[in-house]
């Protein structure tokens, strides 16, 4: 392999990864959310429990389906494009519900994958940054309709954290602990 062609395969390999955890996204964190993620499991066995206890069985199913994918590595996985989305709010105001499809897209700015869910009443945009093989950290800005979205950090109304799981060939997730609104957890599963 020459120099050249080294060289390109390694800028190809840097486009299509999230920005690294390399300190900064702890430093961006606000403490809020910082707590949200030390809290992600207890939060997310509490909300999935109410969801399983009093969520319609199809919903149910569909959620336990989601969740038993085997999780794969983000390595060599291209994020950007068009994607279905949905999310599921399990816990807390209504134990599950399951929305519609709507439309996402993933964008790279050169400084790693950014999100914007594009359609839909509730919306999300926001960044990943690596954690590790199977797990990406997203922060993001939580916005209504077409109401311009804050930057992250602008307060907990808006302020979103959570960990993105690729579960599929051409699937993922992003789990929400402790959502501003409604529900115990959301769950933004996106698909080609």
Do not use: H
């Amino acid at each position: 392999m020459n120099f050249r062609t080294a060289l390109s395969a390694a800028l190809l390999a840097v486009a299509v990864t999230p920005a690294l955890a390399d300190g900064e996204v702890a430093r961006l964190m606000t403490p809020n959310d910082k707590s949200r993620l030390e809290n992600y499991q207890q939060t997310r066995d509490a909300a999935l429990a109410e969801a399983r206890s009093g969520g319609a069985p199809a919903d149910v199913a569909m959620l336990d389906a989601l969740l038993a994918r085997p999780l794969e590595s983000f390595r060599g996985f291209d994020l950007t494009g068009d994607w279905q989305c949905r999310t599921i709010k399990a816990g807390g105001l209504a134990q599950l519900v399951v929305y519609g499809w709507f439309k996402c897209r993933v964008t790279d700015d050169g400084a790693g994958w950014m999100l914007t869910k594009l359609t839909g009443s509730q919306r999300t945009t926001g960044r990943f940054y690596d954690d590790g093989e199977q797990r990406m950290i997203y922060l993001g800005s939580y916005s209504v309709n077409d109401d311009k979205p804050q930057p992250y950090g602008s307060g907990p109304q808006s302020d979103q954290i959570g960990y993105a799981f690729r579960d599929g060939e051409t699937a993922w997730r992003i789990e929400f602990p402790a959502p501003y609104y409604e529900s115990k957890l959301d769950i933004l599963e996106l698909r080609r």
